[in-house]
């Protein structure tokens, strides 16, 4: 405006030079197609192109969906109902998968079995007979069994041949298929860890946020309760809250108070990593606008302190689910964790406690393969998805 342009009369509306229409960012700044989709896309989109970068973190994902999908189906995935006995195959060793025979393709199937007595070691062995070919059978009537305990069914998913042998992991000592019970056991040790850091998780986020936004007596109090909880060697702890539980608990009640022993013991590291971040964050100017403008401390916490290090919680989450599994995998392995008839990976773990038992029978060592690759699984996720969320990188 020039300094000897007139004054406008009283009342009259002001003169300004800023156009009225929306802003539009494309019509200011030219951006490529490629630059746009990334301008648009919310954060957990941006998050999932970060962690698609991954590939390790990526297959784990995949694998720990599948698992945690065939928990849902389990009853159809094994071939045999989780208390099926074989009595004249007991201790027999993993079958091989074959494709063809005499050199013609016959498809899946295994070849049938003689079990003959060592006399001297009271051993039983088992030789394959070649002219017995057993095809598999897929999407097939076999053992019957209750889905979730609520639905009649007999539909699984492969079955042996007719009056055949399917033990692609081996039986136990009263003739019960391996590779069966670790898919039922499945369903009690992946989610015995999602409860259980549901359960951890309530008690860190809250007890922690606390202690670190409000900080004065209820912080003391905390942190020396935290303290002496870590001081305690973890495995004499489960062992004693393990045996308080009664012995006429139902199974269900058992399960429950599992995740609750474990949920206890875990809480306490996360609680102290929350605190620790809240004190710095609550100095912060945007904790003291959201004061000013009246929020009260729980909204504080859970909408602008929580989201700042979102991603530090992700990987504690996916590092405390695999502690969780393999505390439940120890205390059942002990006999004070889960008892009969459910069944876990720590449960099935317990057929191999004898040295005897492992050098005759080591395919009873199965049941510990899965929970290798669940934690392996859970810590390379742990890592990508905090990656993915870090807002620094």
């Known amino acids: 405006m020039k300094q000897d342009s007139p004054l406008p009369a009283p009342g009259a509306p002001l003169q300004h030079y800023i156009s009225s229409a929306p802003f539009d960012l494309q019509s200011v700044e030219a951006m490529t197609p490629e630059q746009s989709k990334v301008f648009q896309a919310s954060q957990l989109r941006l998050m999932w192109w ?15 969906a599948v698992l945690y999908s065939g928990i849902l189906i389990c009853e159809f995935l094994a071939p045999y109902n989780l208390h099926s006995r074989n009595m004249d195959y007991i201790y027999a060793p993993p079958q091989h998968v074959h494709l063809f025979h005499n050199g013609e393709f ?11 007595l060592d006399m001297d070691t009271l051993k039983r062995n088992y030789i394959e007979n070649h002219d017995d070919v057993q095809r598999l059978r897929f999407f097939c009537q076999g053992d019957t069994y209750r889905f979730w305990g609520l639905i009649e069914g007999d539909r699984h998913f492969v079955c042996p041949a007719e009056n055949g042998q399917l033990f692609l992991a081996g039986t136990d000592r ?11 056991g499945a369903r009690i040790s992946l989610t015995i860890g999602l409860v259980g850091i549901s359960f951890s998780f309530l008690l860190g986020i809250v007890i922690g946020g606390l202690a670190g936004y409000h900080g004065g007596i209820f912080d003391l109090i905390v942190q020396r309760i935290i303290e002496v909880l870590q001081s305690i060697p973890s495995i004499p702890l489960w062992l004693a809250l393990a045996a308080i539980m009664p012995i ?49 401390s729980s909204r504080i916490i859970r909408r602008h302190l929580i989201p700042g290090f979102m991603s530090h919680l992700i990987a504690t989450a996916t590092l405390s689910i695999p502690g969780m599994i393999l505390g439940e995998t120890a205390l059942s392995f002990l006999g004070l964790g889960l008892r009969a008839p459910i069944t876990s990976w720590g449960i099935l773990l317990t057929e191999a406690r004898s040295v005897s038992v492992i ?10 393969l899965p929970v290798i690759l669940v934690i392996m699984a859970f810590n390379f996720l742990g890592d990508g998805l905090r990656d993915a969320a870090d807002p620094y990188k």
Not at 106 to 116: A, E, L, S
Not at 175 to 184: K, T
């Open 248 to 296: 006429t608990w139902s199974p269900i009640l058992i399960y429950f108070g599992i995740t609750v022993i474990l949920g206890l013991l875990d809480w306490t590291g996360l609680a102290r990593a929350v605190r620790s971040k809240l004190l710095a964050l609550r100095e912060e100017d945007y904790v003291l606008a959201a004061q000013l403008m009246g929020a009260g």
């Open 50 to 64: 970060k962690f698609r970068k991954h590939r390790l973190a990526l297959i784990s994902g995949i694998f720990l």
């Open 174 to 184: 009263l003739g019960r298929d391996v590779l069966s019970r670790m898919i039922y």
């Open 359 to 368: 050098a005759f029978y080591p395919w009873l060592l199965l049941p510990m």
């Open 106 to 116: 016959v498809g899946p199937f295994v070849y049938g079995r003689q079990m003959t």
